[in-house]
């Protein structure tokens, strides 16, 4: 059984007790989340497609950790300027377990 959910407009394949990287959400450790925007369900065959969403399915995460990936560097230069940018991005994400895909 698994489904495809999206949240923060990307979309994810998931398991019940799975753990799963998610874009930060601003909720404590331990609280639990429900994400209602189910794409697709399929349970022992049974395709369920959702136009665009599927009612009555709902999944239930938990919030393990927040924390922050690994640094990337952007640098910038203009010709014949001697002109350089360095930059440094770090994303914030989340780290959430699928307790269960109620249906």
Known sequence: MYAI??????QY?????QILKIEKKKKKIGE???FKKILLFI??????IGHPYIKNIMVE???LNH???KKIKIIKFKRRKNQRKK?????NYTNIKIIKIIN
Do not use: F, P, W, Y
């Open 87 to 91: 930059i440094g991005h770090r994303q």
């Open 43 to 48: 349970k022992n065959k049974v395709i369920k």
């Open 61 to 63: 995460a938990k919030i």
């Open 32 to 34: 639990k989340i429900i």
């Open 5 to 10: 959910i999206t949240d923060s407009s990307k």
């Open 67 to 69: 924390s922050k990936s």
């Open 13 to 17: 394949k998931i398991k019940e007790n």
